[in-house]
């Protein structure tokens, strides 16, 4: 690949705090990236240093084959959505549009023709003369993101862009979103802690916890071979099992919680790798349950049952297990057993085994595949 935007060892601090630690990151021209994370992991960190809003501590930042480290932010030619839109309210829709281009001297004719096609991009060509506090959260939001391309930026930084929506009107402007980057092409950056919004929308997501980004991958790749027992329990709803598990005595078997197990097929290739103390992750959707006891089930007790509409979630907790027994959450669209019953848990895949002492995901590559 070649990079259109790189960043190279960038960090921050506040004071004696470390919002950001070494970060590295290519992104390909055209691309949209989404960094994903949780609370405080330094999303809107980042993306407030590549807009020049923050200075990092340390690092380069090349854009297009240029360094603009040092670039002031509205030399910069990026456009930015704030996840509260950060609308102008006295102005009308269209001085909002245009007020970008009035900052570059881009008046008169010209500027009257990028704002009409930034609002007919985002299909608000006749809102132009109504204020923000005349429009909807949806409106409003299409109006950002009208006001940050109608410059044609060179990047597009959008942060939590959706969170104000309701889910609704969330999944009709993520679908146009997405739409919207087909169209224009722009090299996009999305900071988003919704994992659906993170892996529908982007070409690839960064995952970032505690000021690192700790896997960069296309969103099934992330999915299915999560690189660390974090990006596992991260993502997913609800996120992959991860049981604790340990070589048993007998060749081919596995300690779960002190529970003997004899994997069968494809599972007992993959763990086969464990050398020691690991965690095992199991995604909830790659579980069956069963009834009878069958080559490569665990056994366990059924302690609740979630109704979800069309698909149940099962709470399985392990027979036998040292306390504090794992609990095994299966997905299942059939009908299950009463609570208290016996039932046994078959694993299809594994997304993960994590060695305990180096975090890495010691399976083989292909065995998470499916
Ligand atoms: N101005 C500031 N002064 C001191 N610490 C800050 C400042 N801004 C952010 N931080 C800290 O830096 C870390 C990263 O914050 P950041 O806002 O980048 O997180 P985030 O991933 O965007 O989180 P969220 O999902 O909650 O928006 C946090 O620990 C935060 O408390
Ligand atoms: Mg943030």
Not at 146 to 153: D, L, Q, V, W
Not at 283 to 306: D, H, M, N, Y
């Amino acid at each position: 690949m070649t990079a259109y935007l790189t960043i190279r060892d960038v960090a921050k601090s506040y004071g004696r705090s470390t919002a950001l630690h070494c970060i590295d990151m290519d992104i390909a021209r055209g691309e949209f990236l989404a960094l994903l994370g949780p609370s405080g992991s330094g999303k809107t960190t980042l993306l407030r240093i590549l807009a020049g809003l923050l200075d990092p501590g340390r690092g380069t930042l090349i854009l297009d084959g240029v360094d603009m480290t040092k670039t002031p932010a509205w030399e910069r030619d990026i456009g930015l959505v704030f996840q509260n839109y950060a609308l102008f309210p006295h102005m009308d829709v269209r001085q909002n549009v245009g007020f970008g281009l009035d900052m570059r001297g881009i008046r008169g004719a010209e500027a009257e023709r990028r704002i009409d096609e930034a609002l007919e991009t985002v299909s608000m060509r006749e809102y132009g003369t109504r204020r923000p506090g005349e429009l909807s959260g949806g409106q409003q939001q299409r109006i950002a993101i009208a006001r940050a391309i109608a410059i044609k930026p060179r990047l597009l930084l959008l942060d939590e862009p959706l969170s104000n929506l309701d889910a609704v009107l969330r999944q009709s402007v993520r679908i146009e979103l997405r739409e919207l980057h087909e169209r224009t092409g722009l090299t996009t950056i999305m900071v988003t802690h919704d994992q659906v919004e993170a892996l529908t929308l982007a070409d690839r997501v960064a995952l970032m916890e505690r000021g690192e980004v700790i896997q960069v991958d296309r969103p099934e790749d992330l999915y299915n071979r999560p690189a660390s027992a974090f990006a596992a329990a991260f993502l997913g709803s609800p996120p992959a099992n991860l049981l604790p598990v340990a070589p048993g005595n007998a060749p081919g078997t596995v300690s779960i919680s002190g529970v003997v197990w004899t994997p069968v097929g494809q599972v007992a290739q993959a763990v086969a790798a464990l050398r020691g103390p690991a965690r095992l992750a199991l995604r909830p959707e790659t579980l069956r349950l069963v009834a009878q006891e069958v080559p490569g089930a665990i056994s366990g007790r059924l302690k609740a049952v979630e109704y979800m509409g069309g698909e149940r979630l099962a709470h399985v907790e392990l027979t036998g297990a040292d306390a504090p027994a794992p609990v095994v959450l299966v997905r299942s669209a059939d009908a299950l057993p009463e609570t208290g019953q016996v039932v046994f848990v078959l694993p299809g895949a594994v997304t993960g085994l994590y060695d305990n002492e180096s975090g890495a995901n010691i399976a083989p590559a292909t065995a998470g595949e499916y």
